[in-house]
């Protein structure tokens, strides 16, 4: 919580899908996956619900490990978490695991630049950060989305 604002992050991986279509460098501001959170996804909540998300400034770190830039900072309604705010809202590997919707363990992605310009990070099965990432155009991935509410 942040003052009368409460983060919300989705308890399973509601999707899967690349990072980015096409397997060339992209960072979050860029990627395919900001589009389709803050545009279709976004898009099916009803006008009450929209009205108390909140448009958050999102900080898009490099990765320290790889010094891969993460790009500009955003302007969102939904987002991915990034490493830092992975360690930060999780305590351990363990609750960082997400079921997807059938309930098998999933991996999922986060918006921070993995260990080259064309991977993103991500949550491995066993709830590991997955600093190095995988190739953003990796069909497998899964969505976690997060988002402020107003209260």
Do not use: C
């Amino acid at each position: 919580m942040q003052g009368s604002k409460v983060l919300i992050i989705s308890e399973r991986v509601i999707d899967v899908k690349p990072y980015h279509i096409g397997n060339n460098a992209t960072t979050w501001e860029n990627s395919s996956i900001r589009r389709y959170l803050n545009g279709e996804f976004y898009a099916r909540f009803n006008s009450a619900e929209r009205a108390i998300i909140s448009t958050t400034i999102v900080d898009n770190f490099g990765n320290r490990l790889s010094g891969v830039s993460g790009g500009n900072d955003t302007t969102d309604k939904i987002f991915l978490l990034s490493i830092d705010e992975a360690n930060a809202y999780f305590t351990d590997d363990s609750s960082r695991i997400a079921p997807n919707t059938m309930g098998d363990p999933a991996w999922w992605w986060l918006r921070s630049p993995g260990v080259a310009a064309n991977y993103a990070a991500g949550i491995n099965y066993g709830g590991d950060i997955a600093i190095s990432g995988s190739s953003v155009s990796n069909g497998g991935g899964g969505v976690r989305p997060a988002l402020w509410l107003n209260l």
